[in-house]
């Protein structure tokens, strides 16, 4: 069966242009890609402009409870988010809101002191803009946190879970659209997600610490409920061991560009057994109480890199 579409007359100064509709959706949708582009570079020469053309090496993403890791930076610069064109401004109370730049371990490096979720209404392009914009800072790597569920029931309220892979189940991909190719590849291979040397060396880190950490797998779901305990069941069958509303966006654009990642979950609550109700003000302490270690491994595994 052939498809057929209406033409679409635009009148000229004396020229009759035709267009069929997909035609104009394509345009469309391309004109959209160029000014995406171009905000991603006029978000970064702001960042640059005011700060004397700093260069981060690395870019670092904290997620809920995770923020007091800049007290360890040499802060050069702090952004707030509502003042760097283009960029989204989180609606969570606990994020702070602010792009830092400095010295952490010896390497220069970029910090999102909060982050933004497909659940506070933003598309997914919004939610990954900045890893974009940290791109073109300069970032030759991505570390990432976040607060997790935790499904494996070896795993314990505050323990650190270090990402070796991601189950993705948010309803939408921040790579759907004409692809951008200046970025990267229209079908970038995700065989690798978490550098694998560095998920090893990052347990090593813990292990010498006595840090108590694991590697597992995360889920990513939309949120902002929490899951239903059939969910957790649900998860746990296909084979994650965290669950989370973030990261995996962030991680899947990393990837795009052939930004090399590193991600760890905080273990904020237990989600095996008898489901009991978990309320914000305790995972925010499971997370502060699990933020030294955490710290501890970025912090070496970043001065090795």
């Keep these: 069966m052939i498809t057929t579409y209406p033409l679409i007359k635009f009148m000229g100064t004396g020229d009759i242009l035709l267009f069929n509709l997909p035609s104009i959706f394509y345009i469309t949708k391309e004109r959209k890609?160029?000014?995406?582009?171009?905000?991603?570079?006029?978000?970064?020469?702001?960042v640059r402009a005011n700060t004397s053309d700093f260069r981060p090496q690395a870019g670092i993403i904290l997620g809920t409870g995770l923020g007091a890791l800049v007290n360890d930076i040499d802060i050069s610069n702090e952004l707030s988010y509502d003042d760097i064109p283009h960029f989204p401004v989180s609606t969570v109370e606990t994020h702070h809101g602010k792009l830092i730049l400095g010295q952490l371990s010896g390497r220069r490096v970029v910090v999102m002191q909060g982050r933004f979720h497909y659940y506070e209404g933003y598309t997914m392009r919004?939610?990954?803009?900045?890893?974009?914009v940290m791109k073109m800072l300069g970032i030759e790597a991505l570390m990432v946190s976040n607060a997790a569920g935790g499904l494996n029931p070896s795993y314990q309220i505050s323990d650190l879970m270090i990402l070796n892979d991601h189950i993705n189940l948010q309803p939408a991909n921040p790579l759907t659209g004409?692809?951008?190719?200046?970025?990267?590849?229209?079908?970038?291979d995700m065989s690798e997600p978490y550098r694998k040397d560095w998920v090893s060396q990052a347990l090593a880190i813990a292990r010498e610490r006595?840090?108590?950490?694991?590697t597992g797998v995360y889920a990513a779901v939309t949120g902002p409920n929490l899951e239903t305990p059939a969910e957790y069941k649900y998860l746990s069958i296909i084979g994650a061991d965290a669950v989370g509303m973030s990261t995996v966006?962030?991680?899947?654009?990393a990837r795009h560009m052939n930004v090399p990642a590193f991600a760890?979950?905080?273990?904020?609550?237990?989600?095996?057994?008898?489901?009991?109700?978990?309320?914000v003000?305790?995972?925010?302490?499971?997370?502060?109480k699990a933020?030294?270690?955490?710290?501890?491994?970025?912090?070496?595994?970043?001065?090795?890199?």
């Excluded at 919004?126 to 974009?132: C, G, L, M, S, W």
């Excluded at 004409?178 to 970038?188: A, S, T």
């Excluded at 966006?249 to 654009?253: G, T």
């Excluded at 760890?264 to 309320?279: A, H």
Aim: with cysteine; net charge negative; aromatic share 8%.
């Design 33 to 46: 890609t160029l000014e995406y582009f171009n905000q991603i570079k006029e978000a970064a020469d702001y």
């Design 126 to 132: 919004e939610v990954t803009f900045p890893v974009r």
């Design 178 to 188: 004409p692809n951008i190719d200046e970025l990267g590849g229209r079908f970038p």
């Design 210 to 214: 006595n840090i108590p950490a694991h």
């Design 249 to 253: 966006p962030e991680i899947i654009v």
């Design 264 to 279: 760890v979950s905080v273990i904020t609550d237990v989600c095996y057994g008898e489901i009991k109700e978990v309320s």
């Design 281 to 288: 003000p305790e995972i925010i302490a499971a997370a502060m």
């Design 291 to 305: 933020e030294p270690g955490m710290t501890t491994i970025i912090k070496e595994l970043l001065s090795s890199m």
